[in-house]
C-alpha cells in the first residue's frame, strides 16, 4: 500500500508559478514510478508528467518548457515546478504512484496504469 498527500497549491495570478509536493508513504516499492495528473470538472482526467525511479522525468508536451517535475527519494517526496502559470492551468492536480520500474513514461503510460492516487491539490490561475 501507498498513501500520498498533495501540497502546494493555491491561488495565484497568470504568470505566476507554484510547487506542488507529494509526500509519499507505505511500500518504497509501490511508488517507483510518479506522476503528476490534473483535471477540470467535467473533463477527462490529464497526464502533466511522470517520473521514473531514476529521475527521468516526461511531459505532456503542452507542459514542457513551464513545468519541472523532480524527485527527492530521501524525502519520498515528488515535486512539481509550475512556473508562467495561465488560467487554463486551473485544476485540481493529483500526485499518482505505480511500482513499475521500467516503462515509466508519459508516453507509455495512462492515468489507468497508476494503483494509487493522492487526494488532491487545487490550483487556481486568476487573469
Known amino acids: 500500500q501507498v498513501q500520498l498527500v498533495e501540497s502546494g497549491g493555491g491561488s495565484v495570478q497568470a504568470g505566476g508559478s507554484l510547487r506542488l509536493s507529494c509526500l509519499a508513504s507505505g511500500s518504497p516499492d509501490g511508488r517507483r514510478c510518479m506522476g503528476w495528473f490534473r483535471q477540470v470538472p467535467g473533463k477527462e482526467r490529464e497526464a502533466v508528467a511522470i517520473i521514473n525511479l531514476a529521475g527521468s522525468p516526461s511531459y505532456t508536451d503542452s507542459m514542457k518548457g513551464r513545468f519541472a517535475i523532480s524527485r527527492d527519494n530521501t524525502k519520498a517526496t515528488v515535486y512539481l515546478q509550475m512556473n508562467s502559470l495561465k488560467p487554463e492551468d486551473t485544476a485540481m492536480y493529483y500526485c499518482?504512484?505505480?511500482?513499475?520500474?521500467?516503462?515509466?513514461?508519459?508516453?507509455?503510460?495512462?492515468?489507468?496504469?497508476?494503483?494509487?492516487w493522492g487526494q488532491g491539490t487545487q490550483v487556481t490561475v486568476s487573469p
Open positions: 499518482a504512484a505505480d511500482s513499475r520500474l521500467f516503462r515509466c513514461n508519459i508516453v507509455l503510460m495512462r492515468d489507468g496504469d497508476f494503483g494509487y
